[in-house]
Nanobody, 121 residues
Framework: VQLQASGGGLEQAGGSLRLSCEYS????????MGWFRQAPGKEREFVAA????????IYANSVKDRFTISRDTAKNTVYLQMNDLRPEDTAAYYC???????????????WGQGTQVTVSS
């Protein structure tokens, strides 16, 4: 399993970005997909996750109603649409694949490299 995240960049507060994570390897539809983030000097934290079929999603309270996770099975890709960005959203964002729809890192066995998101005030 390989995960390749992209789409990060510099954005002003209030703006939007869409992150993508392309999956390759065993059947994409078998895995829960999640996004985590890590700011400098802080621990990695959960952002959002989506079930294998895409019908169930969970979010961190800090991003609820601003971020939307989705997946496209035909493209083997999971997305994170980030709206109304805030400076506190600045972090490296990581996608992950796992077997259980949970917000903790231990539920995810495969990780991609990070993509940096920087939000200026």
């Amino acid at each position: 399993v390989q995960l390749q995240a992209s789409g990060g960049g510099l954005e002003q507060a209030g703006g939007s970005l869409r992150l993508s994570c392309e999956y390759s390897g065993r059947t994409f539809s078998s895995y829960i997909m999640g996004w985590f983030r890590q700011a400098p000097g802080k621990e990695r934290e959960f952002v959002a996750a989506i079930s294998q079929g895409g019908l169930r999603t969970i979010y961190a309270n800090s991003v609820k109603d601003r971020f939307t996770i989705s997946r496209d099975t035909a493209k083997n890709t999971v997305y994170l649409q980030m709206n109304d960005l805030r400076p506190e959203d600045t972090a490296a964002y990581y996608c992950a694949a796992g077997s259980t729809l949970r917000p903790d890192m231990t539920a995810y066995g495969y990780w991609g490299q990070g993509t940096q998101v920087t939000v200026s005030s």
